[in-house]
């Protein structure tokens, strides 16, 4: 059985960092797409960034592109997401995700969730 462990979440000024690491056990972590999706009080989950099996795509949301990086260790089966700049709209609990192929697809879809970590960003 897939389990994924997402840890890093906690209280950050605006225009701070945090890593969020999501570390995976069960199944061949190096075969799939990772992702990271986000659910904000009141609102729906939606898509954050993903990355491909070997790393060498990688995905985001408009409201993350040039703040936010998704990288993977497959040695250490291990997503990570770093946050810089972040803003008070960032906060949400995050959670890591398998992607159903090697390759990110909306279509596609996630098959395994980790339970979350919340982040909170104050102004």
């Known amino acids: 059985q897939v389990q994924l462990v997402e840890s890093g979440g906690g209280l950050v000024q605006a225009g701070g960092s945090l890593r969020l690491s999501c570390a995976a056990s069960g199944g061949t972590f190096s075969n799939y797409a990772m992702g990271w999706f986000r659910q904000a009080p009141g609102k729906e989950r939606e898509f954050v960034a993903a990355?491909?099996?070997?790393?060498?795509?990688?995905y985001y949301a408009d409201s993350v592109k040039g703040r936010f990086t998704i990288s993977r260790d497959n040695a250490k089966n291990t997503v990570y997401l770093q946050m810089n700049s972040l803003k008070p709209e960032d906060t949400a609990v995050y959670y890591c995700a398998r992607g159903s192929a090697s390759y990110y697809s909306p279509t596609v879809g996630m098959d395994y969730w980790g339970k979350g970590t919340l982040v909170t960003v104050s102004s």
């Open positions: 990355i491909s099996w070997s790393g060498g795509r990688t």
